[in-house]
């Protein structure tokens, strides 16, 4: 199975600042048709997931512009280029590449500092 | 607007059985594969469950195999996960997912004596 590595699991952010997480895969997730099926999940507190990003960079409609995705092979980021108070929570990269099964990083909790 | 509502989590005891649904509306369900995934109080999100568009395909976590049947009825729009032999380790919120595009808001399963 794929394992999914996040860092940092905690990220105490600004407001109006950037933040930025890492996952990283324990293969390549490119897949034999091309395509690299990389997503980031958000969770808010209290709240289901949502997912934000897939194939490592599309935004998923309404999600804001400040959220992108970038990477490849095994190394992948999220980031937020400033953060609100909106965007607290956990949030998760998946792989979809090697499958099943689908697997997720452990998650990294962005609190305000 | 799309929505994905699951229902028939609950209190069960040990080696019992429950039935989930998830009743969908808003998007062309009989296109999408289908997904269930856990996620225990205070943890992560791990996947349990697959359906393919027509229903005729289905995976399953290791975890689950054997005790765990996912099904779907396309001309209702609702997916269901069959969980018998419950343990207490399957106690968590069970989201479907309409290819981790759209998520459910969740159905709580606790597997107690």
């Known amino acids: 199975d794929v394992v999914m590595t996040q860092s940092p699991l905690s990220l105490p952010v600004t407001l109006g600042q950037p933040a930025s997480i890492s996952c990283r895969s324990s293969?390549?997730?490119?897949?034999?048709?091309?395509?690299?099926?990389l997503s980031w999940l958000q969770q808010r507190p209290g709240q289901s997931p949502r997912r934000l990003i897939y194939q490592v960079s599309n935004r998923d409609s309404g999600v804001p512009d400040r959220f992108s995705g970038s990477g490849s092979g095994t190394d992948f980021t999220l980031k937020i280029s400033w953060v609100e108070a909106e965007d607290v929570g956990v949030y998760y990269c998946m792989q979809g590449t090697h499958s099943p099964p689908w697997t997720f990083g452990q998650g990294t909790k962005v609190e305000i500092k | 607007e799309v929505q994905l509502v699951e229902s028939g989590g609950g209190l069960v005891q040990p080696g019992g059985s429950l039935r989930l649904s998830c009743a969908a509306s808003?998007?062309?369900?009989?296109?999408?594969?289908m997904y269930w995934v856990r996620q225990a109080p205070g943890k992560g999100l791990v996947w349990v469950s697959h359906i393919n568009s027509d229903g005729r395909s289905t995976t399953y976590a290791d975890s689950v195999k054997g005790r765990f049947t996912v099904s779907r009825d396309n001309a209702q729009n609702t997916l269901y996960l069959q969980m018998n032999s419950l343990r207490a380790e399957d106690t968590a919120f069970y989201y479907c997912a309409a290819s981790f595009a759209h998520w459910g808001q969740g159905a709580l399963v606790t597997v107690s004596s």
């Open positions: 293969q390549s997730l490119v897949h034999s048709d091309g395509n690299t099926y």
């Open positions: 808003g998007f062309a369900f009989s296109s999408y594969w």
